[in-house]
């Protein structure tokens, strides 16, 4: 059964970081794309970045360029979204997925909240 559990939203300041992370399980992790998604309130999900877990090639969305950073660790089946010089714009429900740009599988989100 294939799982993406994902950990690391929360509330933060307008300029500050966080790093989401997503546990992939149930399939084998270095033969996927896998990539992050966003929804934010009365908009359509939308994808921010993914990353290819076998040979590292990556793609960002132009509003988040130069601000996120999308790695694999491929040992511990994970995938991270490091994301700086956050935007009130960012706020969003972040959702961990398989393949991309239409994925198969989705984590079930977690909240990240950009204060002004």
């Known amino acids: 059964e294939v799982q993406l559990v994902e950990s690391g939203g929360g509330l933060v300041q307008a300029g500050g970081s966080l790093r989401l992370s997503c546990a992939a399980s149930g399939f084998t992790f270095d033969e996927h794309v896998v990539g992050w998604f966003r929804q934010a309130p009365g908009k359509e999900r939308e994808g921010v970045s993914c990353i290819s877990a076998l040979d590292g090639n990556t793609y960002y969305a132009d509003s988040v360029k130069g601000r996120f950073t999308i790695s694999t660790d491929n040992a511990k089946n994970t995938v991270y979204l490091q994301m700086n010089s956050l935007e009130p714009e960012d706020t969003a429900v972040y959702y961990c997925?398989?393949?991309?740009?239409?994925?198969?599988?989705w984590g079930q989100g977690t909240q990240v909240t950009v204060s002004s």
């Open positions: 997925a398989r393949h991309c740009p239409t994925p198969d599988y």
